[in-house]
């Protein structure tokens, strides 16, 4: 049982450049996330997918983009990588929006140079 | 809004000795409580919770009690061990408009020696 898949592990960027983190999940959950963590900032909300179909901003949305592909895939796009977005990335699900356990992937380390 | 508030860290501590990890929270509404633990190299995954006022959620000895009226969840284990060294993470999650939205502390990072 896979659960969250997240890919790249690892990326490097220059600045301006763009990248898709690809996100999928195997449980048949309906909500999808998109978070970054930061040193002493904790993990903090980009975007969400409260079901398929749907998207909506989180806490720190600028300078991204998402896309709900199916129920499965969430992706996160950077249009023009900027050294802010140096940071990890994780992708988390939870069967209904309702349902408060998240399941996390193992993250994508981004720097932007 | 929402926010979480955790002990700074990082906790360094000798094998058996007693872990406390401070939690406070705000919130709008009456949310459910959780800690997450992250090993190196690993994403986030759910320790313990609780979802209601004087529920105690436990796991793997470690235990953590919603206290109402103090807006706390501390977490605590009698004896630690060197593979509880990790980075431990109190959220919350509101069930009022804002369900499915969770709100992370900035994480304490747990190392213990031999």
Redesign the interface.
Same mark, same amino acid.
Not at chain 2, 80 to 99: E, M
């Given at each position: 049982n896979a659960g969250?898949t997240q890919t790249p592990k690892f990326q490097v960027l220059k600045t301006g450049q763009s990248m898709t983190l690809q996100c999928a999940q195997d449980m048949n959950h309906n #909500?999808m996330y998109w978070y970054r963590q930061d040193p /002493?900032? &904790? *993990?903090? *909300?980009i975007y969400?997918s409260?079901s398929e179909g749907t998207t909506d901003k &989180?806490e720190v949305p600028n300078g991204y983009n998402v896309s709900r592909l199916n129920k499965r895939e969430f992706s996160l796009r950077l249009e023009s990588a900027a050294p802010s977005q140096t940071s990890v990335y994780?992708c988390?699900s939870?069967r209904t929006? /309702?349902e408060?356990? *998240?399941f996390? /992937? #193992? &993250?994508t380390q981004l720097s932007v140079l | 809004g929402n926010s979480v508030t955790q002990m700074e860290g990082p906790v360094t501590l000798s094998e058996e000795a007693f872990l406390t990890i401070n939690c406070t929270y705000t919130a709008t509404g009456y949310p459910s409580l959780f800690w997450y633990v992250q090993y190196p190299g690993e994403g986030l995954q759910l320790l313990l919770k609780a979802t209601k006022a004087d529920d105690k959620g436990s796991n793997k000895g470690f235990e953590a009690t919603y206290r109402k009226e103090t807006t706390s969840f501390h977490l605590e284990k009698g004896s630690v061990q060197v593979s509880d060294s990790a980075v431990y993470f109190c959220a919350l999650s509101d069930r009022g408009t804002n369900a499915g939205k969770s709100t992370f502390g900035d994480g304490t990072t747990l190392t213990v020696k031999p």
């Amino acid at each position: 049982n896979a659960g969250v898949t997240q890919t790249p592990k690892f990326q490097v960027l220059k600045t301006g450049q763009s990248m898709t983190l690809q996100c999928a999940q195997d449980m048949n959950h309906n #909500s999808m996330y998109w978070y970054r963590q930061d040193p /002493g900032m &904790g *993990l903090r *909300l980009i975007y969400y997918s409260a079901s398929e179909g749907t998207t909506d901003k &989180g806490e720190v949305p600028n300078g991204y983009n998402v896309s709900r592909l199916n129920k499965r895939e969430f992706s996160l796009r950077l249009e023009s990588a900027a050294p802010s977005q140096t940071s990890v990335y994780f992708c988390a699900s939870r069967r209904t929006f /309702g349902e408060e356990k *998240l399941f996390f /992937g #193992s &993250g994508t380390q981004l720097s932007v140079l | 809004g929402n926010s979480v508030t955790q002990m700074e860290g990082p906790v360094t501590l000798s094998e058996e000795a007693f872990l406390t990890i401070n939690c406070t929270y705000t919130a709008t509404g009456y949310p459910s409580l959780f800690w997450y633990v992250q090993y190196p190299g690993e994403g986030l995954q759910l320790l313990l919770k609780a979802t209601k006022a004087d529920d105690k959620g436990s796991n793997k000895g470690f235990e953590a009690t919603y206290r109402k009226e103090t807006t706390s969840f501390h977490l605590e284990k009698g004896s630690v061990q060197v593979s509880d060294s990790a980075v431990y993470f109190c959220a919350l999650s509101d069930r009022g408009t804002n369900a499915g939205k969770s709100t992370f502390g900035d994480g304490t990072t747990l190392t213990v020696k031999p």
